[in-house]
Nanobody, 124 residues
């Protein structure tokens, strides 16, 4: 069983930065960050394969976002820089025990464990 709890969401101004945290209990194979704005689909932002250390970013955040982990704290972080109002969303941490090659690693259906989410609001 895997449990996830996000924290770090806040209201910031455009151009600002935030670091989101995902505290993990259990041993998932993959951890991902997703986000969902009102009326939109839940989209993958970054994915971390904990065993291999492989990392993948969605095009919308690549170059200004970093996913990392602290093994001692069993926590995965999402550092986001140069935030814009388009980044406003509820951010979710998700975990999977396996990822199928039949679907995108950013497909939410791949993930069977989810945290409650943390809100990020970026004002212009």
């Amino acid at each position: 069983q895997v449990q996830l709890v996000e924290s770090g969401g806040d209201s910031v101004q455009s151009g600002g930065s935030l670091r989101l945290s995902c505290a993990i209990s259990g041993n998932p194979h993959v951890v991902g960050w997703f986000r969902q704005a009102p009326g939109n689909e839940r989209d993958g932002v970054a994915v971390f394969y904990l065993g291999s250390g492989n990392i993948y970013y969605a095009g919308s955040v690549k170059g200004r976002t970093t996913i990392s982990r602290d093994n001692a704290k069993n926590t995965v972080y999402l550092q986001m820089n140069s935030l814009t109002p388009e980044d406003t969303a509820m951010y979710y941490c998700a975990a999977a025990t396996r990822i199928s090659s039949a679907y995108s690693r950013f497909d939410r259906r791949q993930y069977n464990y989810w945290g409650p989410g943390t809100q990020v609001t970026v004002s212009s």
